[in-house]
């Protein structure tokens, strides 16, 4: 492709604010269009980054000759259908985590991207994160000898909006939220080596009055050749955004502190404007961070994408690790319902969303 990447963002808050903003500081896409349902949103979003039209059905986004890449950035339960759509018009997708609510449904996307030649791309911004960039560069190079255990935690105090505590449009709790990021991030450091085993141990513990899913959960993978991983996610701890990683190898240990070991510690009597990701309370103590996004992938991850889809080259990302995450997903939470280790390759129940074998262990347990 010869001039720039050609790009429509279908969705326009929490995630598509961050898209846009990682897209504006890339040279070659050129953000031409936003579609959300909600009249006035995507006007914003086109206002803030200058992006010349806006609408409210993401169909008109995938009608337009001009756009080469979709960027989509909606509740779970639409990633299969927009991304169907949007592969047929002949438009490469960049698609948010998780990939989506069943496995039947992953086999369709990746089908459909095949089938009408486009990139399917799985936004996991882990992948990017200039930190954890570091830290597997430590471990490819041998500095930590061979990995023996990996660790990698994400925590907060709950999603901002009400579709991801619907389990019915979201396909689960905080283990299908934010630990589609760990499993992801422990397959790219290991170099995608197959997972034999999931256990997990989840529980709804604070947030009764929002929601039927998990907001605790543990996940440990047992991958082939021995390198154990665990998976730390919480919904329900206060003070900001945490995320934080560790490996443990036979020659060394790497620890990475995403966030706060990037922050400013700053004490505040009147509190500020923002300190970091669902700070919620500034005043005091607090670590305000600087560059988010970029420390966190987001403007290295669209830059890559952008530069797939200009000279046409292989994703580090695809559908098919947002399959792999997803299977996991499933696994994970059939072990933390039958309180079982479940082995891999694992086959859901047909028509289950990833929750659903934990929601009925609950029903039958109350
Ligand atoms: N990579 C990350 O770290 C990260 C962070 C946040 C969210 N996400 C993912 O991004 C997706 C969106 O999350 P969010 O935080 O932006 O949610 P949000 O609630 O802030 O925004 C959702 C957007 O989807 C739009 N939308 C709803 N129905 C639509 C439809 N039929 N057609 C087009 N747009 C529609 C809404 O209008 C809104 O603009 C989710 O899949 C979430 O898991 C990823």
Redesign the pocket.
């Known amino acids: 492709m010869s001039g720039p990447v050609g790009v429509g963002l279908?969705?326009?808050?929490?995630?598509?604010?961050?898209h846009a903003r990682s897209l504006s500081h890339c040279a070659d896409a050129r953000m031409l269009a936003v579609?959300?349902?909600?009249p006035g949103?995507?006007d914003r979003l086109a206002r803030e980054f200058t992006i010349g039209d806006s609408y409210l059905?993401?169909r008109q986004i995938i009608d337009r000759d001009d756009i080469d890449m979709v960027v989509?950035?909606?509740?779970?339960h639409?990633?299969c259908q927009?991304t169907c759509e949007a592969a047929a018009a002949g438009k490469h997708i960049v698609l948010?985590?998780?990939m989506c609510l069943t496995l039947d449904e992953a086999d369709q996307m990746i089908a459909a991207c095949n089938k009408h030649g486009v990139k399917l791309m799985y936004?996991?911004?882990l992948c990017f994160t200039p930190k954890y960039v570091r830290m597997k560069q430590l471990l490819d190079e041998g500095a930590l000898g061979q990995p023996t255990l990996l660790k990698q935690l994400e925590k907060h105090d709950g999603?901002?909006?009400?579709?991801?505590w619907d389990v019915d449009r979201?396909g689960g709790g905080v283990a299908m939220?934010m630990g589609?990021?760990a499993i992801q991030f422990f397959r790219w450091m290991l170099n995608n080596a197959p997972i034999k085993s999931v256990y997990a141990q989840m529980d709804l513990q604070v947030h009764t009055d929002k929601t039927q899913g998990d907001d605790n959960a543990l996940i440990i993978l047992e991958f082939e050749g021995g390198v154990t991983a665990l998976a730390e996610e919480s919904w329900s701890k206060l003070g900001g955004m945490d995320d934080r990683a560790e490996i443990y190898g036979s020659k060394g240990v790497a620890h990475a502190d995403l966030l706060r070991g990037n922050a400013i510690h700053t004490y505040s009597l009147p509190g500020y404007g923002y300190a970091v990701e669902k700070a919620g309370s500034t005043q005091g103590w607090s670590f305000t961070i600087y560059e988010e996004e970029w420390n966190?992938g987001?403007h290295q991850e669209m830059a890559h994408f952008v530069d797939c889809v200009k000279n046409d080259k292989v994703p580090l990302v695809t559908g098919h690790d947002g399959r792999a995450v997803l299977e996991v997903l499933f696994a994970a939470y059939e072990s933390a319902a039958s309180g079982r280790k479940v082995l891999l390759p694992f086959t859901p129940s047909k028509g289950d969303k990833p929750i659903d074998p934990w929601l009925r262990a609950r029903k039958g347990n109350a």
């Open positions: 279908i969705g326009s808050q929490f995630v598509s604010t961050i579609a959300s349902p909600t949103n995507a059905d993401y989509i950035g909606i509740p779970n639409l990633h927009v948010e985590k998780p936004a996991e911004e999603p901002h909006s009400a579709h991801f979201s939220d589609c990021h966190y987001f």
